[in-house]
């Protein structure tokens, strides 16, 4: 479906006008004593500001909300942000964000996210660093949209920024314990409280113990089963009333069995009868989530970073200093065939590992509200340096070979970015408001790769090495993306906006073999957008909505070129696919109807559409049906991929007061609906998830004085099956036949926790 700007407009106009408070809901009709919403305060313009006076598309999740629906990992923030998507992967180290359809298409180490992901205010390199346990958050802002002006050159789809809570003045703390069906246990508790007068601290720790979901037969190994833990820590120094420092310590590691790909479905072929039997006694299904593979598959994480925040206010103005530093390790392995034996001959001596580290500086200054208005400028640096080995060995050069084929490589990306950025509010007058702001952004990036073949290569198994010479290239870019927004305070409870933001993903290498350090120009967009923020019924009720255009030129895209010595075989590349849009509808509301009754909810209609790519990408299927004869194909007018057109979340939670017992009862229930989603860019119907509906209900008793939570819950109370990946497998090793992610949560999941609170 297309909407053009007049009907955008139109929608728009729709919204202004329904959305806008009418004078008896202003009135005041509470008793004195009901409950109304908590303010919403949120920094996505680098300050702190109630979320209703934001002129931007930002989505909040606090802290709070997600203990109630007990979302316990990043990846599950989706289910309850309607315009976020989380896109999956073969590991979590590869996973990455959607916002508005816009996600990373480009699996490469030399290539940035397309969605900035943030940790206390510090960008994180790689977008898998972002995928850990979400333990003792104050809240999460998910900015909608290219936000290139404040945020830098990876927030081209926008910024997911996870915030954890800070020391507190006085002693609190909280533990937990959660039990979930399939032998899933969790331990998390966090301390806070005074060192001395000007001294604070912070202690969090997390570990999960999964015993996993999916059964390899080959083994009897239980797979998607993962071990980890997460240690936190803060100090919070107020060296005096104007002067505060904030140092930041974190730890996380994980070892998981994962991620078990399964087979969906094999599609006609000669030796059809054979395959399924060779599988067997794994049957594939769309409810398929086993597998029969004689590879081992793993994933080993680790992460870490500290960094010292410094706020200084002098004359009411803040000079806020953030320096970090982090590194991140990911080794993983996967059964390339999915097939008990092993027709490719490939194993892993020294699977793919992937080092990172990076060290960023921010410095702004932002200028107390005036007469004339404000402003926020500053400086970022940023320098990031990968590296990524493996080495892999085959026995199918040819029959009864001496020696095995046997390919080492390695890959280092360094880059630097540096920035200056600025945005200035001008009060035009008592309610209008003219923003205008840009960042001028500068990029180095150094590529180096090495690879060496030893043994026969007789079917060009691997592609061609550059016999241990090192191959590098060098370049640099630089950017200005500018901002212009209107503000308008239409009454005292409902606030409009228009904007335009250029926004801007930075140059990368292509460090595939086969097209070792080709330059992929960066990818740019252009973005409009149109919003209302409202207040309703003495603030019971804020309602949100906003409606968005935006096109990305040169955008950065993953395609396959075959191997002209062995059909079926090949390797990914990356390119720029040509341009991409995207336009929608957003509505979120949050309500407090009556006393002990909250709800918040959203819908969003999302239309993602790939405007120009004449040669792209074909995957084995297709190939095997004869619809790319030419190897690529024209997926221009096609849609982007793990963009649901429509999607929608309903959570309500309901106190139950109950006389002379010293606890009261809390029901909750939390309902999230999506469209029929696409996950491959090939456009392979086959690869598409029909529509589904989850529903999780929980209960919890809640002590009046004491602290205590005990809640059980029920996840996918229906049992609603879903995959989150889909795609065609290679045609040389499962004939038309297609792979699949089916999570644990597809299937009806029941658990309890205990929490205490002090």
């Given at each position: ?421 600025g945005e200035v509010n001008f009060n035009l007058k008592s309610d209008w408001v003219l923003i205008l ?175 120009d790519y004449p040669k792209g990408n074909c995957n084995g299927p297709q190939k095997q049906r004869g ?132």
């Open positions: 479906m297309t909407i053009n700007t007049r009907t955008l407009a139109l929608i728009q106009s729709a919204l202004f006008v329904s959305l806008l408070p009418a004078p008896g809901f202003a009135e005041d009709n509470s008793t004195g004593d009901r409950p109304i919403l908590e303010e919403l305060i949120v920094t996505a313009q680098k300050r702190e500001q109630n979320l209703q006076d934001v002129p931007v598309g930002v989505s909040l999740l606090s802290g709070r909300a997600m203990m109630e629906a007990q979302l316990k990992n990043a990846a599950e923030l989706a289910t309850l942000i309607p315009t976020l998507n989380v896109q999956a992967s073969s590991g979590p180290s590869t996973a990455s964000f959607n916002i508005r359809g816009i996600g990373t298409q480009a699996f490469s180490v030399g290539v940035d996210p397309s969605v900035s992901t943030m940790l206390d205010g510090v960008v994180m390199g790689r977008s898998g660093m972002a995928f850990l346990d979400l333990v003792d958050v104050q809240r999460v802002e998910v900015l909608r949209g290219p936000q290139g002006t404040l945020y830098g050159k990876n927030a081209s789809g926008g910024v997911v920024h996870i915030i954890t809570k800070d020391p507190t003045p006085e002693l609190s703390g909280t533990a937990a314990a959660t039990a979930i069906q399939d032998d899933e246990y969790r331990l998390d508790g966090s301390i806070s409280g005074p060192i001395t007068d000007t001294l604070g601290y912070r202690f969090t720790a997390s570990g999960v113990d999964d015993d996993g979901y999916a059964e390899n037969y080959y083994n009897g190994d239980n797979l998607n089963s993962s071990q980890s833990y997460n240690l936190r820590g803060k100090l919070l120094w107020q060296a005096d009333e104007n002067l505060e420092f904030l140092l930041a310590s974190d730890y996380s590691w994980s070892d998981c069995k994962c991620t078990a790909l399964s087979v969906r479905s094999v599609g006609d072929s000669p030796g059809q009868e054979a395959l399924l039997e060779e599988l067997l006694p794994v049957v594939p299904s769309d409810h398929n989530q086993d597998v029969n593979n004689d590879e081992r598959t793993f994933t080993h994480l680790r992460s870490s970073g500290v960094s010292l925040t410094t706020n200084w206010e002098v004359n009411d103005f803040t000079l806020t200093s953030i320096t970090a530093y982090r590194d991140w390790k990911s080794e993983s392995w996967v059964d390339l065939d999915n097939l008990p034996g092993n027709p490719i001959q490939l194993t892993a001596p020294k699977p793919p590992l992937t080092k990172q580290d990076q060290f960023s500086q921010e410095i702004r200054l932002a200028s107390p509200p005036t007469d004339w208005g404000s402003y926020v400028v500053g400086a970022y640096y940023f320098e990031q340096h990968i590296d990524s080995s493996s080495t892999l060995q085959t026995d199918l050069a040819f029959p009864n070979a001496p020696e095995p084929t046997v390919r080492a490589a390695s890959t280092k990306v360094s880059g630097e970015n540096s920035a200056l950025f702001g840009g960042r001028l952004t500068y990029d180095d990036l150094n590529y180096r790769t090495t690879a060496y073949l030893s043994g026969a290569n007789a079917f060009g198994v691997f592609a061609d090495d550059n016999g241990g010479v090192p191959v590098s290239e060098t370049l640099n870019k630089t950017n200005f993306s500018p901002k212009v927004a209107l503000q308008w305070d239409v009454t005292d409870s409902a606030m409009a906006y228009v904007s335009y933001v250029s926004g801007y993903k930075g140059p990368a290498f292509d460090t595939t073999l086969v097209a070792a350090g080709t330059e992929i120009d960066p990818e740019t967009s252009d973005a409009w957008e149109t919003g209302l923020k409202s207040r309703w019924l003495d603030d019971r009720l804020f309602i949100n909505a906003s409606v968005y255009y935006a096109e990305y030129k040169d955008f950065q895209a993953q395609s396959f070129v075959e191997d002209p010595n062995v059909v079926g075989l090949g390797n990914f590349i990356v390119v720029n696919a040509g341009e991409v849009s995207t336009q929608g509808v957003e509505i979120e509301f949050m309500a407090a109807p009556m006393d002990d009754w909250t709800m918040t909810g959203g819908i969003t209609y999302t239309d993602a559409t790939i405007e619809e790319c004869p030419d190897g690529f194909q024209d997926l221009s007018g096609g849609t982007l991929p793990y963009t649901p057109e429509w999607k929608a979340n309903l959570s309500t939670d309901y106190t139950v007061r109950l006389q002379d017992i010293p606890f009261d009862v809390v029901l909750g229930m939390n309902v999230r609906w999506q469209d029929q989603v696409l996950y491959e860019m090939s456009q392979d119907k086959n690869s598409e998830q029909d529509a589904y509906g989850i529903v999780d209900l929980r209960a919890t008793l809640l002590g009046k004085s004491e602290g205590y939570r005990i809640t059980a819950f029920v996840k996918n109370v229906f049992d609603e099956n879903y995959a989150t990946l889909i795609f065609g497998h290679s045609e040389v090793l499962i004939p038309n036949g297609y792979l699949q992610l089916v999570p644990k949560y597809a299937n009806r999941m029941a658990g309890v926790e205990f929490r205490y609170d002090f």
